[in-house]
């Protein structure tokens, strides 16, 4: 089975911290993703990555990078933590094929609380 | 670009009966896929079931089957039998070539016993 593996199910973080999510996937997926999800927003795109060193902006990317250097690895970087951060973030990894990208695969979460 | 659209923010239905969740969507591509998802209240994300965009069958999973109407750019699920785990929220999602996935905003499902 796939298993995508984030590094923090709870984080609480102070106003102005750099913040580190990280995410590994074990199924050589070229895809990966990080999203927030927001009670009645849904799930919104805030980065995904093609290939290593590959990255595009989604939806919202504003307050966040992402680093992408090995295959398996993709992490979320809040550079200055704001209070409007704090959400659910889920991360998400895909195989890519010839006709597009299949199914998703998702980690478990991270509840971050930004105080 | 692609945009995906749940209009119906919560749903409940009777244990063992059929309750059909809308979704629509919006692409420019010729190719792609469409999904529903389930995540439970342990948040777990998991597939519920997937379909191609160039297949014309409806796709079937157990007791959850599409109504895919590709003209319409409609694509609903339907749950048939409803057992209590499957209360969740619903989310419908779509990519394309760009292997972008864009989600719905989603729906809650609760299952009365």
């Known amino acids: 089975d796939v298993k995508v593996t984030q590094s923090s199910r709870y984080l609480v973080k102070r106003t102005g911290e750099k913040v580190f999510l990280e995410c590994v996937q074990d199924?050589?997926?070229?895809?990966m993703f990080w999203y927030r999800q927001d009670p009645g927003l849904g799930l919104r795109l805030i980065y995904f990555?093609?290939?290593?060193?590959?990255?595009e902006k989604g939806d919202i990317p504003e307050g966040y990078s992402v680093s992408r250097e090995k295959k398996e690895r993709f992490s979320l970087i809040l550079e200055s933590a704001s209070t409007n951060q704090t959400s659910m973030y889920l991360c998400?990894?895909?195989?890519?094929?010839?006709?597009?990208?299949?199914?998703?695969?998702f980690g478990q979460g991270t509840r971050l609380t930004v105080v | 670009a692609q945009t995906v659209t749940q209009s119906q923010p919560e749903m409940s239905v009777q244990e063992a009966e059929t309750v059909t969740l809308s979704c629509t969507y919006d692409?420019?591509?010729?190719?792609?896929?469409l999904f529903w998802y389930k995540q439970p209240p342990s948040r777990q994300m998991i597939l519920v079931i997937r379909?191609?965009?160039?297949?014309?069958q409806n796709a079937t999973e157990n007791r959850f089957s599409v109504n895919f109407q590709k003209a319409a750019k409609s694509f609903s699920l339907k749950i048939s039998d409803s057992q209590l785990g499957d209360t969740a929220m619903y989310f419908c999602?779509?990519?394309?070539?760009?292997?972008?996935?864009?989600f719905g905003k989603g729906i809650t499902l609760s299952v009365r016993p």
């Open positions: 692409t420019s591509e010729n190719n792609y896929y």
């Open positions: 998400a990894s895909s195989l890519m094929r010839r006709m597009g990208a299949t199914e998703a695969f």
């Open positions: 379909q191609e965009a160039y297949k014309q």
């Open positions: 199924m050589d997926h070229e895809n």
């Open positions: 999602a779509s990519t394309g070539a760009n292997s972008k996935l864009t």
């Open positions: 990555s093609y290939d290593v060193k590959m990255k």
